[in-house]
């Protein structure tokens, strides 16, 4: 359909064209010039402190924003099993462990890729979803930040 292709298109436009209007990499918003950058790298250790590793390696910058939320899911998901088997220390830790990424990561630069989504398009969908990834970004660092204080 018409509204589907125009979506595509505006995808292509904002995240994939050569000069992005939106480029998804940390490395980009954290003053580097380059993809795989150092917040790449950083956050690459972080993945495999946890065994994890990007599918592309190499391919793929792993500070894309997509990878950094899947590994914050992945976070979670950790979180509230060991909730359920081993209790509230070895959950705290993996607390801690998503605070600090959301801290050091993703809520230091995807507010900003937000930002940009807002001023570089008219689009209501992307509106919506910047307006609505901003607002989880900065709900879910304040639940980081209160549940460390406790």
Known sequence: TRDLDELHAEFARLFLMGKMAVPPYE?????????????????????????????????????????????????????????????????????????????????NWAPQFCDKILDSTNSDFYRGAALLTKGFIEEDSRFLKEAGEK
């Open 27 to 107: 490395s980009l918003y954290k003053g580097g010039k380059t993809l795989m950058g150092d917040a790449a790298v950083a956050v690459r250790k972080e993945y495999l402190e946890e065994g994890l590793q990007v599918e592309k390696l190499y391919q793929e910058p792993d500070d894309h924003i997509a990878t950094e939320f899947e590994f914050m899911f992945f976070l979670c998901k950790k979180t509230v099993a060991a909730l359920k088997k081993s209790g509230e220390k070895k959950a705290g830790a993996f607390l801690a462990k998503q605070r600090d990424f959301m801290e050091t990561h993703l809520g």
